[in-house]
């Protein structure tokens, strides 16, 4: 039997089987807008986080973090799924919320020096790069070394949008005190003509990394080995990238396609280039490449790009929409169609900016989420990607922040892929062990023990075995069950491939809170708080059968009440007046939660 993880390397963050480097996502723009926001919190200032490490993910205020983000983030976790690194681009901050030693200012460059501002304790800070997915965060295979990875612009003209960047990195190491940088703005590239796009994929050995850089007509492939960071000489693409500004690059689930998609003009016909390409995980080079230009008149910040889990879906956006292409069309872009459209919602601040579509970021539970192309208090979210057409379900506005957050959405590699089994590269004596994950959710108002659960196990499972508790069975990857009677089941999936399987099992209580012999500390998660004008409730242990919420004021006074259903709601309090209330929340009579609510 072969071992994924290797022998010797159990303790460090970035080996084994927990694969939650990507599970805390922080949103923020300026820490500052957040105290002013929220001053009649006092202190309560700092960035949103949603947490994948329950699903579905819950979120809350960390006042500690107070870097601000001007559209560039990078994040990464450690294996338990503990935030451990977040940039900005030009300073680095380590799990306890400051600046690592030695990276407080990284990436240097004069023509940033207008780029900062003060924080909530009149501190300079530095504001953040304004360039998406230029930052990013690498592990070195068989380390505890962090590379981190970035584009300088001082070569880049931001008017007129002209001129190259440079490759730099730095690399974290643990000290005695926490991390600390060394090798700190190193040069690697002088001549890279494409912005953004620092995203890694797995090599097909299973434990090295590819990042691609591209030049026009050319690329490099870099790799990134237990002995550091080299790159090949450059390989040819069949036409030319134009300079690309304010898109992403992905890699897919399954690492045998990447996708480039950025902005080049403002306004035009053809101001936009998406390339779609099958990608070599053993070489790193690009095959089947194809182009296609598309209109930027809707467009002038951020573009998102996503695929599907199951990596036959590829999902873009412009200001105003949100595409959808199939990879396994004959042709591929005349596959395009239009998933959702622009819904006209204002944000809820002061300029009162259209809430239009921007980056995108597949999440560990499986669904895409879409940030804001302006400053905004709210996310959208592609609840069933793997679905062609508009019955992907574009939830638009669906996620609620207590902060704001500008254009920005982490930037994390593609994990939770192992090697190619069988290929030439398949060298290291490595295995795809699959590891069984899932999470559930109800969503039917009529049928509360109606539960869809979500297949998210990882490492090439390639059969799946559902025992839900009640002596019913399935052999679907992400199936719907409906439960006959209300109680608490045993729900595990045994996931397998040729090499091995793995079970997981989670505890699934459906509407027994009024039940003498169960005992169960119901855990919701009331998510912004305080309100602008919508909240979250997510039961993130228990399902509700007849869940109800009221509000109420610190007199008692009943100012609102509506019935609630589902694992996961988000409820409009925009017609409350400004105050402070009680938001109590009942099942089946009994009162399960209360918790103090301010409606700003």
Same mark, same amino acid.
């Given at each position: 039997?072969?071992?994924?993880?290797?022998?010797?390397?159990?303790? +460090?963050?970035?080996?084994?089987?927990?694969?939650?480097?990507?599970?805390?996502?922080?949103?923020?723009?300026?820490?500052?807008?957040?105290?002013?926001?929220?001053?009649? +919190?006092?202190t309560?200032?700092?960035?949103?986080?949603?947490?994948f490490?329950?699903?579905?993910?819950?979120?809350?205020?960390?006042?500690?973090i107070?870097?601000?983000?001007?559209?560039?983030?990078?994040?990464?976790?450690?294996? =338990?799924?503990?935030?451990?690194?977040?940039?900005?681009?030009?300073?680095?901050?380590?799990?306890?919320?400051q600046?690592?030693?030695?990276?407080?200012?990284?990436?240097?460059?004069?023509?940033?020096?207008?780029?900062?501002?003060?924080?909530?304790?009149?501190?300079?800070?530095?504001?953040?790069?304004?360039?998406?997915?230029a930052?990013?965060?690498i592990?070195?295979?068989?380390?505890?070394?962090?590379?981190?990875?970035?584009?300088?612009?001082?070569n880049?003209?931001?008017?007129?949008?002209?001129?190259?960047?440079?490759? $730099?990195?730095?690399?974290?190491?643990?000290?005695?005190?926490?991390?600390?940088?060394?090798?700190?703005?190193?040069?690697?590239?002088?001549?890279?003509?494409?912005?953004?796009?620092?995203?890694?994929?797995?090599?097909?050995?299973?434990?090295? $990394?590819?990042?691609?850089?591209?030049?026009?007509?050319?690329?490099?492939?870099?790799?990134?080995?237990?002995?550091?960071?080299?790159?090949?000489?450059?390989?040819?693409?069949?036409?030319?990238?134009?300079?690309?500004?304010?898109?992403?690059?992905?890699?897919?689930?399954?690492?045998?396609?990447?996708?480039?998609?950025?902005?080049?003009?403002?306004?035009?016909?053809?101001?936009?280039?998406?390339?779609?390409?099958d990608?070599?995980?053993?070489?790193?080079?690009?095959?089947?490449?194809?182009?296609d230009?598309?209109?930027?008149?809707?467009?002038?910040?951020?573009?998102?790009?996503?695929?599907?889990p199951?990596?036959?879906?590829?999902?873009?956006?412009?200001?105003?929409?949100?595409f959808?292409?199939?990879?396994e069309?004959q042709?591929?872009?005349?596959?395009?169609?239009?998933?959702?459209?622009?819904?006209?919602?204002?944000?809820?601040?002061?300029? =009162?900016?259209?809430?239009?579509?921007?980056?995108?970021?597949?999440?560990?539970?499986?669904?895409?989420?879409?940030?804001?192309?302006?400053?905004?208090?709210?996310?959208?979210?592609?609840?069933?990607?793997?679905?062609?057409?508009?019955?992907?379900?574009?939830?638009?506005?669906?996620?609620?922040?207590?902060?704001?957050?500008?254009?920005?959405?982490?930037?994390?590699?593609?994990?939770?892929?192992g090697?190619?089994?069988?290929?030439?590269?398949d060298?290291?004596?490595?295995?795809?062990?699959?590891?069984?994950?899932? $999470?559930?959710?109800?969503?039917?108002?009529?049928?509360?023990?109606?539960?869809?659960? $979500?297949?998210?196990?990882?490492?090439?499972?390639?059969?799946?075995?559902?025992?839900?508790g009640?002596?019913?069975?399935?052999? =679907?990857?992400?199936?719907?069950?409906?439960?006959?009677?209300?109680?608490?089941?045993?729900?595990?999936?045994?996931?397998?491939?040729?090499?091995?399987?793995?079970?997981?099992?989670?505890?699934?209580?459906?509407?027994?809170?009024?039940?003498?012999d169960?005992?169960?500390?119901?855990?919701?998660?009331?998510?912004?708080?305080?309100?602008?004008?919508?909240?979250?409730?997510?039961?993130?242990?228990?399902?509700?059968?007849?869940?109800?919420?009221?509000?109420?004021?610190?007199?008692?006074?009943?100012?609102?009440?509506?019935?609630?259903?589902?694992?996961?709601?988000?409820?409009?309090?925009?017609?409350?007046?400004?105050?402070?209330?009680?938001?109590?929340?009942?099942?089946?009579?009994?009162?399960?939660?209360?918790?103090?609510?301010?409606?700003?």
């Amino acid at each position: 039997m072969k071992y994924l993880i290797l022998i010797g390397l159990l303790s +460090l963050p970035f080996w084994g089987s927990a694969q939650k480097e990507d599970h805390q996502w922080i949103f923020n723009f300026s820490s500052v807008d957040s105290c002013d926001q929220f001053s009649v +919190l006092g202190t309560e200032c700092g960035a949103s986080i949603l947490d994948f490490n329950t699903l579905p993910p819950i979120g809350y205020r960390q006042k500690e973090i107070t870097l601000d983000f001007n559209e560039e983030h990078g994040a990464i976790c450690d294996h =338990e799924g503990q935030l451990l690194f977040y940039s900005n681009g030009q300073s680095i901050h380590g799990p306890d919320y400051q600046a690592v030693e030695n990276g407080e200012i990284i990436n240097f460059s004069p023509k940033w020096t207008a780029l900062t501002w003060a924080n909530e304790h009149g501190e300079e800070k530095p504001s953040g790069m304004r360039y998406v997915q230029a930052m990013g965060f690498i592990p070195i295979p068989q380390s505890d070394t962090i590379l981190a990875l970035y584009h300088n612009y001082e070569n880049f003209d931001l008017i007129i949008q002209n001129g190259f960047f440079s490759l $730099w990195s730095s690399k974290i190491i643990p000290n005695n005190q926490g991390y600390t940088i060394v090798e700190k703005d190193k040069v690697l590239d002088n001549n890279v003509r494409l912005a953004g796009n620092l995203h890694a994929c797995k090599h097909a050995n299973g434990r090295d $990394w590819w990042l691609l850089q591209f030049y026009g007509k050319t690329y490099k492939a870099y790799l990134i080995t237990p002995q550091g960071i080299s790159s090949s000489n450059e390989l040819e693409l069949p036409f030319e990238l134009r300079p690309l500004s304010q898109g992403q690059s992905k890699f897919s689930p399954q690492g045998n396609k990447f996708a480039l998609y950025g902005r080049n003009q403002i306004g035009t016909s053809d101001g936009i280039d998406l390339m779609i390409a099958d990608f070599d995980r053993c070489t790193g080079e690009l095959f089947n490449a194809v182009l296609d230009t598309l209109p930027s008149i809707d467009n002038v910040i951020s573009n998102g790009l996503e695929f599907s889990p199951n990596g036959k879906l590829l999902y873009i956006s412009t200001h105003l929409n949100i595409f959808q292409y199939d990879l396994e069309a004959q042709n591929v872009f005349d596959s395009k169609q239009t998933v959702a459209t622009y819904d006209g919602t204002l944000c809820e601040d002061a300029a =009162e900016s259209p809430n239009v579509f921007g980056l995108m970021q597949r999440g560990a539970d499986n669904k895409i989420y879409i940030g804001r192309a302006v400053q905004c208090f709210n996310i959208h979210v592609i609840n069933d990607p793997d679905v062609r057409g508009e019955a992907c379900n574009v939830g638009q506005n669906q996620v609620f922040l207590p902060t704001y957050t500008n254009g920005t959405i982490p930037n994390f590699n593609t994990y939770r892929l192992g090697p190619l089994d069988g290929s030439l590269c398949d060298t290291l004596d490595l295995d795809n062990l699959p590891q069984a994950r899932f $999470w559930y959710e109800s969503k039917d108002s009529l049928n509360p023990s109606k539960i869809k659960f $979500w297949d998210v196990s990882y490492f090439r499972p390639e059969a799946w075995s559902w025992d839900f508790g009640d002596g019913a069975f399935s052999n =679907e990857k992400s199936p719907t069950h409906r439960y006959k009677e209300t109680g608490s089941y045993e729900v595990c999936l045994t996931v397998s491939n040729e090499n091995s399987s793995h079970t997981f099992c989670k505890t699934l209580i459906i509407g027994t809170v009024d039940t003498e012999d169960i005992e169960i500390e119901v855990d919701i998660n009331i998510f912004p708080n305080p309100v602008h004008s919508h909240t979250r409730i997510a039961w993130t242990n228990y399902v509700p059968v007849k869940p109800h919420m009221t509000l109420t004021n610190s007199t008692g006074q009943l100012i609102y009440s509506e019935k609630l259903f589902g694992t996961e709601q988000t409820i409009d309090l925009s017609l409350v007046p400004s105050g402070f209330y009680y938001l109590n929340i009942y099942e089946n009579g009994i009162v399960v939660k209360s918790e103090g609510i301010v409606r700003i």
